[in-house]
């Protein structure tokens, strides 16, 4: 197994570092290596999206946080730079519904989509965070998540037809079944988690974010309670160096102390 961390979509959202800490945002995928197939975490922003802004990104999305929409960063561009085929990409597993993160499926209209029972109603029910027009193309739906053993107290399931080093994770409040992605890293010796929009921004796990992240992160929140309880677990693993978390927009690697650091992590800024 190998797992590449990619950025599929950078975000200049207006006020930048002065503002929010970081000089832009980013939209990490993992692209997973398996002997015979290729597995995506999450696919940022897609073709379709570029050609098709507006109707499958909303306007005031676009002008809130300016994504770039630059060909060579979607999902699909990363893959074929890889030297890979896009073909091989068998199975999506989406860590939530939201516009950033699915973007790029109508890329690969016959992979499976992997998905929380509670993800996959918001998206069948209209939640008003799915942007219609990004699921018109007709998603493939893989069999419901398995039940499997807690993890650090989490409920956790194991993914049909994927081996059980990659399991979904959960991580609640961001968004109905709101997941993370766990998966044994054996080339590093330790077990990467894909902790989705848990965080925006690193200092968000040691509370000196700044208040620019801490107020949008609020106004996002679908359960604010069960999204606070979520940090303090991230916060807590993070302070072990146990576990390699990596988020969705923080183009900045986090280390143990939960600060900034690029021994342990690979940036996916731009590449």
């Known amino acids: 197994m190998r797992i590449h961390e990619l950025n599929c979509g950078t975000l200049d959202v207006p006020g930048g570092e002065a503002v929010f800490g970081a000089p832009h945002f980013i939209c990490r995928c993992l692209l997973i290596e398996l002997e015979d197939r290729?597995?995506?975490?999450?696919t940022g922003i897609g073709h379709k999206d570029i050609e098709s802004p507006e109707p499958r990104l909303g306007k005031d999305w676009i002008e809130q946080v300016r994504p770039v929409l630059d060909p060579d960063e979607t999902l699909m561009a990363r893959v074929v730079s890889l030297g890979l085929d896009p073909w091989d990409v068998s199975d999506v597993?989406?860590?939530?519904?939201?516009?950033?993160?699915?973007?790029?499926?109508?890329?690969?209209p016959s992979a499976r989509v992997h998905a929380t029972g509670e993800c996959r109603s918001a998206v069948e029910e209209g939640d008003g965070r799915v942007m219609p027009a990004q699921w018109a193309h007709g998603v493939v739906w893989a069999p419901a998540p398995v039940p499997a053993a807690p993890w650090r107290g989490q409920e956790s399931w194991t993914l049909d037809g994927l081996p059980d080093s990659i399991r979904l994770i959960a991580l609640p409040g961001h968004s109905p079944g709101h997941v993370g992605v766990l998966v044994d890293d054996a080339l590093r010796g330790q077990e990467l988690l894909h902790i989705g929009d848990a965080i925006?921004?690193?200092?968000?796990?040691?509370?000196?974010?700044p208040p620019a992240v801490e107020a949008f992160?609020?106004?996002v929140q679908h359960d604010a309670t069960a999204g606070l309880r979520t940090q303090r677990l991230l916060a807590e693993l993070a302070g072990e160096g146990s576990v390699r978390l990596v988020n969705s927009h923080d183009p900045e690697p986090v280390d143990r102390t939960g600060l900034?650091?690029?021994?342990?992590?690979?940036?996916?800024?731009?590449?």
């Open 217 to 219: 992160a609020a106004s």
């Open 93 to 108: 597993i989406v860590t939530h519904h939201h516009r950033d993160h699915v973007g790029g499926l109508a890329d690969f």
């Open 200 to 209: 925006y921004h690193h200092t968000q796990l040691t509370r000196t974010a």
């Open 38 to 42: 290729l597995v995506a975490v999450d």
């Open 260 to 271: 900034p650091g690029t021994a342990r992590y690979h940036s996916a800024e731009r590449c």
